[in-house]
């Protein structure tokens, strides 16, 4: 690195720890589908994932159980059998975790 008087020197290295355990659901993409999404999970162990899909009004739509391996996933969601709209996609872990994330379907 420079510094502000243009010398030279090199910065400290620091150590960081990730100590989180469990699942955590990043994001789905696209959030407008036309057949397929990706739901993006990180895991610090292998475990299962339930996943539901209902729609505006609240029903169920689908249901399905994921497994997931330790580190970074991506999975492969098939919503070609659903009409277009507007959906809510929960996610339940092992743990007790829930996110809900929103989509469209065309």
């Known amino acids: 690195m420079y510094d502000n008087d243009g010398s030279f020197y090199y910065s400290k290295t620091v150590v960081i720890f990730n100590n989180n355990v469990g699942i955590e659901v ?12 990706n739901l993006s999970v990180t895991s610090s162990a292998r475990a299962q994932i339930n996943i539901m899909v209902s729609d505006v009004q609240g029903r169920i739509v689908q249901r399905m159980s994921k497994d997931v391996m330790a580190g970074e996933n991506s999975i492969n969601l098939n919503f070609s059998s659903l009409p277009a709209g507007t ?19 065309l």
Not at 26 to 37: D, E, F, K, Q, R
Not at 87 to 105: E, H, N, P, V
């Open 87 to 105: 959906y809510q996609l929960t996610t339940s872990t092992t743990d007790g975790a829930i996110k809900t994330l929103r989509f469209m379907k």
């Open 26 to 37: 990043l994001g789905l993409s696209p959030n407008i589908i036309y057949n397929s999404a």
